[in-house]
């Protein structure tokens, strides 16, 4: 993706469906049965022109980050809503760790949250989700207010690019 070699596959997707069945898929699997996903969607449906595998991948992405790194016992809230032109997403989780760096090295290349974790996973969950959602003309960007953490999303209802 780095590379610019990727393509999109561009149809009419309805996102809010994609979202609710990526948070069910990655619900069944949750390694922490503590944690609890909140999901808050405006409406349905949520149409816009995406590649639809790509932003599933982008929301599986986030979802599973949210639950690796959430302290146990809290939740995980997830937003979707919308404007005229654009998509509009919010993941929100309460970090297992404190967090003391500033939240844009999380989208360098094999950075890692928690620097002591030794599980699973490269460090470039953020650097490839950074790269598909520009993909599509949208942004991101991460807030961290004490120990919540949150990525936030805007993606275009249709490509601008």
Known sequence: MASGTVELDMEYVDVATLLTQA???TNTSMGQASLVIRERIAKFPIHAHLDGNKIWRVFENLI????????????????????????LFKIQNTAAYEIDFAAEELFERFKRADVSRQTEGSGLGLSIVKSIVELHGGEIKIEIHGDQFNVILHLPKQRLI
Do not use: F, H, V
Not at 66 to 77: D, E, F, M, N, V
């Open 64 to 87: 599973g980050n949210a639950q690796k790194y959430s302290l146990p016992g809290t939740r995980i809230y997830i937003y979707l809503d919308e404007s005229d032109d654009m998509e």
């Open 23 to 25: 948070i069910a898929e």
